[in-house]
């Protein structure tokens, strides 16, 4: 098979920090944590294969690990602290179990790792027919209605205003993806059947973790709820469990520091 080549934000210099995004995004998703890490890290934040520049179209959970793998064989960037965002926690877990010479650690960011982490949605949308039209209207939601909904935030009563800001996307978490028809509809499609064919692969391999790993939770995280956090803090044999308060399922814009300095700590752990 051959594997396209990826898209990627390479900055900094020093220890590598591969930056992989969610389900919509690209790289610069990351932007916000990028530029706090750069400055003692080489930070890679690639465009994932149907996101962004990347070219090609969707790929499941174990062939984003193998890509991820190529693409610190080809830049000689291993072994790295691998960051996952949400879809792309799965991805990270396969490649940690299978290149563990490519992974330093792990930080899984609100991460779908488990069986608790998915929804009905997430099954609805893997559907067919009934799926599409509900990706179509999902990413016109992502894309161009939440957004501009959470621009109206000064609005919210103060008690709940925050709440308000952290539960909504805006174009910055995106990574200035938009559409909902064409590809983005394709590779969206793709992602929900692997998340339901490939979890149970994922769920194996969380035992056989090794590297040093910290679990990431948005205290207000609607989309994969801090419950499924714990569930897979205690599933990785020595995870770090982190709540953030304030934070969402958008960790990165929400709460970047907080975030960077959980992934310093575990890119300075040695094992």
Sequence with gaps: M??????????????????????????????????????????????????????????????????????????????????????????????????????????????????DSLDVTDRLLALPVLGDALTVAGLLALGEVLPKVRRLAPRVPEPYRERFRSALPDQGVLGGERGAIGRHRRTFVV????????????????????VPCAVVAGEWDVVVRPSAARTLARAIPGAELVELPGAGHFVARDAPEALAEVVSRVAAVRH
Excluded at 37 to 47: K, S
Excluded at 191 to 210: F, K, Y
């Design 2 to 115: 051959t594997l396209p080549v990826l898209a990627t934000i390479d900055r900094g210099s020093g220890p590598t920090v591969l930056l992989l995004h969610g389900q919509p995004g690209t790289g610069s998703s990351w932007d916000p944590v990028t530029e706090l890490l750069h400055g003692a890290f080489r930070v890679l934040a690639p465009d994932r294969v149907g996101y962004g520049a990347s070219a090609g179209e969707a790929r499941g959970l174990a062939d984003n690990a193998d890509l991820a793998a190529r693409l610190l064989d080809v830049l000689g960037a291993g072994p790295a602290t691998v960051v996952a965002h949400s879809w792309s926690g799965g991805a990270a877990v396969l490649l940690a179990d299978r290149r563990p010479d490519l992974v330093q650690g792990l930080v899984l960011v609100g991460a779908a790792c488990t069986p």
């Design 191 to 210: 992602e929900q059947h692997a998340l339901l064919d490939e979890l149970g692969d994922v769920t194996d391999a969380l035992g056989r973790v090794t």
